[in-house]
DNA sequence: CGGCGATATGTACGCTTGTACGTATGACGC
DNA sequence: GCGTCATACGTACAAGCGTACATATCGCCG
């Protein structure tokens, strides 16, 4: 009695470019971009090691596509936020929803944000993109605040979130709403 | 006539373990943490490669060395351009020459850094370093401010050297002026 | 329904890595 | 002076890496 060897039935799998570009965030998210291998993005995603050659040119192909995909969706994520908001009092609130729910909400999409600000520090590619995320996020704030409120908030949010995930204690919603407010009051 | 083997003369080189932490994060500034390797900071300081194993247990203890030695640097100048200023409006400059001089003046610190956050995220010891050094600066800060202006001065100070770094256009001075004193006031 | 081109798969290769370890050497205490 | 031991050095090795490529498979179009 032979084992019964788990001979792999997958075959035509459609989507599986973008599965695999997905499967990289959470390897990305989990191991670090150092940690980001060819083979270890295809046992995440459960396929053969072969199928990366084959859908990418490289692995920095790769990372770069995931993080387009991270960025996008967090800078998604800020607009819709902030368009909802009605008056500079309920993008305050937005802003802070933003920073406490959205960007501290889980590990996950912080970890991936400063991996993709450390790549980007050597990768002109991966510029082009944290500065279009920031454009976005500018551009979204200034539905509501004058270009230098703007500019200057959004450093504040960038300066909470990294903060509050680097702190023993985090700050609470509420210390991030007084925070908020004594800068815009 | 065989040719002139260039025998490595080098012995006796009291110092050289520091030399060897210095050198590392030379090269962690320059190849980030993926492309710093024993034989890379070997490189860097001159010395042969088995003078790494020698010296250090592992490649993360180097690591963990220079960047405790980094995070002391920054820290001691926050302390020093802190603890010369007189009044709040002294120290208010003090933070805004600390962000343009010190943490943007080279880019060589500020990309230390980033690679620390993202090490750190992964590391236990690491983030006791930047923990560390974190409740260094508030308890530089309340010199002159109450506690939480100074959690929430040292945030926006952390998102104003990030997003300048990461910007086209970085802030000018009279730029980050403006934003610190519009928090203070 | 037949074949062909896109997709999928397994494997091999050359390279770099961290680390171990045997040997060499010279500074320093006696 | 001389022996000893911390320090310094060169090299070897196994593991893991990115990538290339020959082969297999099957949806789709004619």
Redesign the pocket.
């Given at each position: 009695m032979s084992a019964p060897v788990p001979?792999?039935?997958?075959?035509?799998?459609?989507g599986?470019?973008e599965r695999l570009v997905e499967a990289a965030l959470g390897v990305i998210a989990e191991r670090g971009v150092a940690?980001?291998?060819?083979?270890?993005i295809a046992r995440a995603a459960d396929?053969?090691?072969?199928?990366?050659?084959?859908?990418?040119?490289?692995?920095?192909e790769v990372l770069a596509e995931a993080f387009t995909r991270h960025a996008d969706a967090v800078a998604r994520v800020f607009e819709e936020r902030l368009s909802a908001a009605r008056d500079p009092e309920e993008a305050a609130e937005a802003v802070v929803t933003l920073v406490s729910d959205d960007l501290l909400g889980s590990p996950r999409g912080l970890v991936l944000t400063v991996e993709l600000y450390v790549a980007a520090a050597r990768d002109p590619a991966l510029r082009a993109v944290t500065q279009g995320w920031m454009a976005r996020s500018r551009r979204a704030l200034e539905r509501h605040f004058d270009a230098t409120t703007a500019r200057e908030l959004d450093a504040l949010i960038e300066g909470l979130v990294l903060h509050s995930a680097l702190s023993t204690d985090p700050m609470s919603p509420a210390q991030l709403r007084h925070a908020v407010h004594r800068f815009l009051r």
């Open positions: 001979r792999r039935p997958r075959r035509h799998d459609p599986r470019r940690g980001t291998t060819h083979r270890e396929v053969p090691l072969g199928s990366m050659t084959y859908h990418f040119a490289s692995l920095d």
